[in-house]
């Protein structure tokens, strides 16, 4: 039986940021004016690998939002805006928060979102939760499957351009042109394979639907009444919808759980799968390798502890070596 492997922090503790105090009492002021009450309280957002505000706010007169804040000399500034943007757009049948406003004040931009009453799943997963994770996607891949006008004019990117330009380490380290970042001991024999699942992704993932980008078990939500919500609509893409499946199933792999049968039914072909996870794999390892970043202080971790999941299920499918 394969063991079941957890990161060294659990998702839902991985962030570092300011506390509500440590924000500019102008722009605190001009929050709340804008929320149409003081603030009462507020609760930090444990999960995430940014260093900027967000947290549940509830104010005096008993509201609760969302708000995310970052000075906009700062690159997740316009991220947020991002995020606003793109799930103001989502179809109803989405199940993300939608934004209500957005402000930019005293050198911030401010994204106020609906409030998600809910937990980040903690891992291992529970099955029951990754089932709802999974009908989540699965309703918003449906409704996102041939996306309107308005998300088209956005100019999104493709996946298969994405997997093009940042996500074939592999054959950068096969040519020479990048170290090969700490791997499981069978990556070395391997390069030349690695490095060919990743060329022939483009086409596999190349499709019409709307992809969140970024389906991790951190950008999940799990609600009082179980069901899921998928959170943080920064990195939307178009392709294959398969493709986000496999990025969420590396912690149910992790979590000792049948990923691939949890995968059937999304029907993607098995070089596809196989190539995600090199690509994957290649791509959190060589991020890893980089040292300390400006984001978390965890980013790290959870990159090395996802390629090598990502590797461990790759190596598993192909019978290349024992999982680890």
């Not at 009444?225 to 499946?245: I, N, V």
């Amino acid at each position: 039986m394969r063991a079941v492997s957890v990161p060294e922090i659990a998702y839902g503790a991985t962030a570092v940021r300011p506390d509500w105090g440590d924000l500019p009492a102008t722009l605190r002021a001009a929050i709340g004016l804008r929320l149409g009450a003081p603030v009462a309280s507020a609760t930090s957002a444990g999960g995430g690998f940014t260093r900027s505000f967000a947290a549940v706010l509830s104010t005096a007169s008993g509201d609760r939002a969302f708000v995310k804040a970052a000075p906009l000399t700062e690159p997740t500034a316009d991220w947020y805006a991002r995020e606003a943007t793109v799930t103001a757009l989502l179809p109803a049948e989405v199940p993300a928060a939608r934004p209500r406003w957005t402000l930019v004040a005293e050198g911030y931009f401010v994204l106020c979102l609906e409030a998600v009453e809910g937990h980040v799943p903690a891992l291992p997963w529970a099955p029951e939760q990754l089932s709802a994770a999974l009908t989540a996607w699965r309703t918003a891949a449906g409704a996102l499957s041939r996306p309107g006008p308005e998300l088209l004019s956005l100019g999104l990117p493709r996946l298969g351009d994405i997997v093009r330009d940042e996500l074939s380490w592999w054959s950068e380290v096969a040519a020479g042109r990048a170290p090969l970042p700490p791997a499981p001991g069978w990556v070395p024999g391997r390069l030349g394979e690695l490095a060919a699942l990743e060329r022939g992704l483009p086409e596999l993932v190349t499709g019409p639907g709307l992809l969140h980008g970024d389906l991790r078990v951190d950008n999940v939500m799990i609600d009082g009444y179980g069901g899921a919500w998928l959170c943080d609509w920064t990195w939307p893409c178009l392709g294959e919808p398969w493709f986000d499946t496999v990025t969420l199933l590396v912690t149910a792999y992790a979590s000792g759980l049948d990923a691939d049968a949890a995968l059937e039914p999304w029907q993607p072909p098995a070089e596809g799968v196989d190539g995600a996870l090199a690509a994957l794999g290649g791509y959190w390892l060589t991020s890893a390798a980089r040292g300390a970043g400006s984001a978390s202080p965890h980013s790290r971790q959870h990159q090395r502890f996802s390629g090598g999941q990502a590797l461990a299920w790759l190596a598993e499918r192909r019978g290349w070596a024992p999982p680890e």
